[in-house]
């Protein structure tokens, strides 16, 4: 079964970023968004949907990040370190303990 991240999260925004793990069982996503702000004018969020278990599991954290270069940093130490949906929000708050 194809996991459709789009349609679990109801994630809206430009997709700059998506990976599978797992045979698909692992979905990461990394979207930006038109804030309307003219400092801080995009902002990235991570979706991340498994499928590892019987019941689908996702997350979504939003507004991460308005550094595009911290964004893809975080996705990739994501993706590499396989995060499941149940540890997302920690991973992203120790990265951005450690950038600010």
Do not use: W
Request: glycine share 4%; proline share 3%.
């Amino acid at each position: 079964m194809q996991l459709n991240i789009e349609e679990i999260t109801n994630e809206k925004g430009e997709v700059v970023e998506s990976e599978s793990l797992a045979d698909g069982k692992l979905v990461y996503k990394m979207t930006v968004r038109d804030t309307g702000d003219k400092e801080y004018p995009h902002s990235f969020s991570i979706s991340v949907i498994s499928r590892l278990c019987p019941e689908t599991l996702y997350e979504t954290v939003r507004d991460i990040t308005v550094n595009e270069q911290y964004a893809k940093e975080l996705f990739e130490r994501i993706v590499l370190g396989s995060v499941t949906p149940v540890t997302l929000y920690e991973v992203i708050e120790d990265f951005l303990a450690e950038k600010y």
